[in-house]
């Protein structure tokens, strides 16, 4: 495996675990309902973004690109409601959208990429 291949897979499972970490500090951690639901989401999206990174390093993408837009969109979707579930500045609700939009465009990346794979 080449050494960009293993920095991505290095980071995809690193969100895995913090998505992990995030689920069950939210379902054991928090007391305040919305609290709590801020968790539970940004756990979600964080880690069904983590499983999308693993199959961007196991799929022949050529470039990180759409990667890159999954971590991306991990640390200002998830990070943003994290930050409010502890107590962050209700403000960076504003940047949790940003996330999704990067998401997204992870999930555009993606389709082209497959769209320009060579034949088998």
């Known amino acids: 495996m080449d050494r960009e291949r293993r920095g991505w897979l290095m980071l995809a499972a690193a969100s895995g675990l913090v998505g992990v ?11 305040a309902p919305m609290a709590k639901e801020l968790m539970r989401t940004g756990s ?3 880690l069904i973004h983590a499983v999308a990174c693993l199959a961007c390093v196991a799929l022949p993408v050529r470039d990180g690109v759409p ?4 971590l991306g969109g991990t640390i200002l979707f998830s990070g943003s409601l994290y930050a ?19 998401f997204m465009a992870g999930w555009a990346g993606l389709i082209l990429a497959a769209a320009r794979a060579p034949a088998a």
């Open 21 to 31: 970490a995030a689920g069950a500090f939210a379902a054991h951690g928090l007391a």
């Open 44 to 46: 979600t999206y964080q």
């Open 84 to 102: 409010m579930a502890l107590c962050g500045p209700v403000w960076l609700g504003a940047v949790t959208p940003v996330g999704g939009l990067l």
């Open 67 to 70: 990667t890159a837009l999954f």
